[in-house]
């Protein structure tokens, strides 16, 4: 992604050789590219992406915000965290034999990237074949690989009709941006199709819920120099706008947002789809988290215990059965969970109930469930869960959807149905109590 940003004029000349000379220096020559995004001293010295990097772009008919997620197992939540908030998928796959293989082979990393961004919404996917001048521009092998992802990604539920394969070399620029370098010659004797940039600029932005209240879940809070308390994320629905009150749930607190910024330039109100950065005063900073909701005082955000969820059981070895411990994820937050009841298996297609209070979940079965979540601790004196912001999947179809993950595999995905048990907010009992006194 660092080298289609230079080829953009994204990053500038003295940033690129200094990330050059800096990579050299600590023996990763061969990262280079990869430094305009993995800034972090960790991330450098380890040569693996470990969070979620923000930059943009423009293309003739598109202003792109690139959301560059970690790749490695260890980071799969930082990954969910990224997918997310994003509306389309850029894959960049190895094409050098025997690396495609470990990361599409079962367990891989291919493979759950892709139905982690199917089921966080995701339905437009670009499939970068990289690294192809290592194996001499091989037309076989690009064909080889896009045969055994396209049926793959068929299966995951992407539409064919969306879904895009290209090949490239992105250590040499080759069709990032054109194929007009000696590099590129082997390449256009039997590719004449799109460059990357060209299939950026043909992706369409799925329809906004702008008319919905606002719902921000915040993905990163840092304190800002001069401008209060910074959080940011993407506004999942509705319009927040400079000077307005928002609630910050879980929690009784509010806020008054100062400033607005979208792609490092100040705005007065920013809508549905945008990642933003909001500079927040009046509330300590202590009050606001990653995984927390701002949304208007007048319509906030259910906050849920228990709730039920359509889901879609992943490629699992062991079943899945009431009384299940496993990790929730919704956005930035996970917390622990328990599959509190196997209420039905249903028909994929249909939705129709198959059989109802099964025993077991197998692999490819789709089902009501209801999911309840557990305190961080299962030692120790008993207590309560803390709730988490969620909306059915019908009202806010990005606010509804969830992830679930055990033993550090993913095993399955859906969105909520029906919040069950909602956490009644003090405030309400405090004017409650002011109404009687």
Partial sequence: MGRLLYELGRVDEK???????GS?????????????????VEERERGITMDIALQSLSTPRRQITILDAPGHKDFIPNMISGAA?????LLVV???TGEFEAGFDRGGQTREHLLLVRSLGVSQVIVAVNKLDQVNWDQSRFEEICGLLRVFLVQSGFPSSKTSFIPVSAMLGVNLVNRINADAAVLSKWYDGPTLVDLLDELEPPTREIASPLRLPISNVFKGQSSGTGVTGRICGGVVQVGERLRVLPGDESAIVRLIDVEEQSVPWAAAGTNVTLYLTSIDPIHLSIGSVLCPPSDIVPLATVFTARI????????????????????SRDVPATISKLIATLDRASGVVTKQNPRVLTKGTSAEVEISLRAGTLSGPALSARPIPLEAFSVNKDMGRILVRRGGETISAGKSLIIV?????NALVGIVQNIIC
């Fill in 15 to 21: 940033t690129r050789v200094a990330n050059e000379r």
């Fill in 24 to 40: 050299s220096k600590a023996g990763k020559s061969s990262f280079s590219w990869a430094w305009e995004l993995d800034g972090t």
């Fill in 421 to 425: 048990a909602v956490k009644i907010l």
């Fill in 312 to 331: 879609i059981v992943f490629d699992i070895q062991l079943p899945i059965t009431t009384g299940a411990s496993i990790e929730l994820f919704h956005h």
């Fill in 85 to 89: 908030q994003a509306d389309c998928a």
């Fill in 94 to 96: 190895d094409a050098i």
